[in-house]
């Protein structure tokens, strides 16, 4: 019997795959593709001035979804380098983590897959703990997403280190050095990767109370 291929999987695929989350959610789930597509008209060159012949025209609607979900894009969403992202999919592909959309021809996050890695796996293979005081960016319980939900344990909330953060607390070291880049523009990654480390980090409660928020925020993406 051949040996099975050694797969090491690396912090930044998980944030790869919750962008992938993100962007089906943006993209198919919170508002018609449509209706986004017209507030985004300009970004085409072939655009018409007739709304009507947009809709006439469907492949624009590819288009979009090719560009939004090309390793550049997501190069640019996650910062990520576009080389970093592309063997974080094939990894993620290889075990099942990531699939492809047959009906759309994109990457998509096996939602249920990545649950249970989150739930049982992920607190031994990325591991965090909190470190010196630091002024950053509110994460894990101390983010939007839990505030007021769980009461903190000690005088100081965990924070990505941040120059520039408006929190002050005790450091967390994210999952990747860019993730302000990624949850800059995106709330819903800030969301999942603050519930993440809420799962990385916290006791019990904490745990199955974000593992249970990650839930219903994926839902309308399964």
């Not at 797969?7 to 993100?22: A, H, P, R």
Request: aromatic share 10%.
């Amino acid at each position: 019997m051949g040996r099975a291929r050694e797969i090491k999987m690396k912090s930044q695929d998980i944030v790869v795959l919750l962008k992938l989350v993100s962007l089906h959610t943006e993209l198919f789930n919170e508002n018609s593709l449509e209706s986004k597509l017209l507030k985004i008209s300009w970004q085409f060159d072939d655009w018409s001035d007739s709304e009507e012949e947009y809709f006439e025209e469907p492949s624009l609607i590819g288009k979009y979804i090719e560009r939004r979900f090309s390793m550049r894009s997501l190069e640019s969403d996650t910062g990520i380098s576009k080389s970093q992202v592309n063997l974080s999919l094939k990894r993620m592909t290889d075990v099942g983590l990531v699939k492809l959309d047959r009906k759309l021809a994109v990457p998509k996050t096996n939602i249920k897959a990545l649950l249970e890695f989150l739930a049982y796996g992920i607190r031994y293979v990325f591991p965090a703990k909190e470190g010196e005081l630091a002024r950053g960016i509110a994460t894990s319980i101390a983010a939007p997403v839990l505030q007021g939900k769980l009461m903190t344990s000690g005088d100081f909330s965990p924070v990505w280190p941040y120059a520039n953060g408006k929190s002050k607390g005790l450091a967390i070291e994210p999952l990747h050095p860019k993730v302000f880049q990624a949850v800059r523009k995106d709330p819903r990654m800030y969301a999942y990767l603050a519930l993440t480390d809420a799962i990385r980090l916290g006791n019990p409660r904490e745990r199955n109370f974000a593992l249970d928020t990650l839930q219903q925020l994926f839902k309308t993406t399964i």
